[in-house]
């Protein structure tokens, strides 16, 4: 199982960047891929999340209603698309994939759980 990101960069508060997460080695269908970030001196935290069983979906409360994230079943790919960022964004983010596709029902309750397969990660820099 592969997971690659892409589309990390500096942007200005304000700004928009759409992180890619390409999965290969998966039954793409059959999970739920997941967002997360850590910033510095931080915990990993839950960002958004999508199951492509069904399409229900995910996003902590401090990116609602500036983060959108879709998935592209052709192509084994989600995205999440960061609009209005601010500089408290700033973080790693990785890309995650559950195989048991719970991963949307674990992060609305707050659980802990563990991810099977992790992306390297993909820095993102928001300036003031």
């Known amino acids: 199982v592969q997971l690659v990101e892409s589309g990390g960069g500096v942007v200005q508060t304000g700004g928009s960047l759409r992180l890619s997460c390409a999965a290969s080695?998966?039954?793409?269908?059959?999970?739920?891929i997941g967002w997360y970030r850590q910033a510095p001196g931080k915990e990993r935290e839950g960002v958004s999340a999508?199951?492509?069983?069904?399409?229900?979906?995910y996003y902590a409360d401090s990116v609602k209603g500036r983060f959108t994230i879709s998935s592209d079943n052709a192509k084994n790919t989600v995205y999440l698309q960061m609009n209005s960022l601010e500089p408290e964004d700033t973080a790693v983010y990785y890309c995650?994939?559950?195989?048991?596709?719970?991963?949307?029902?674990?992060?609305?309750?707050?659980?802990?759980?563990?991810?099977?397969?992790w992306g390297k990660g993909t820095l993102v820099t928001v300036s003031s």
């Open positions: 995650a994939a559950d195989a048991s596709g719970a991963l949307v029902y674990v992060l609305t309750q707050g659980l802990v759980y563990g991810i099977d397969y």
């Open positions: 080695g998966v039954t793409f269908n059959d999970y739920a």
């Open positions: 999508i199951s492509i069983r069904d399409g229900s979906t």
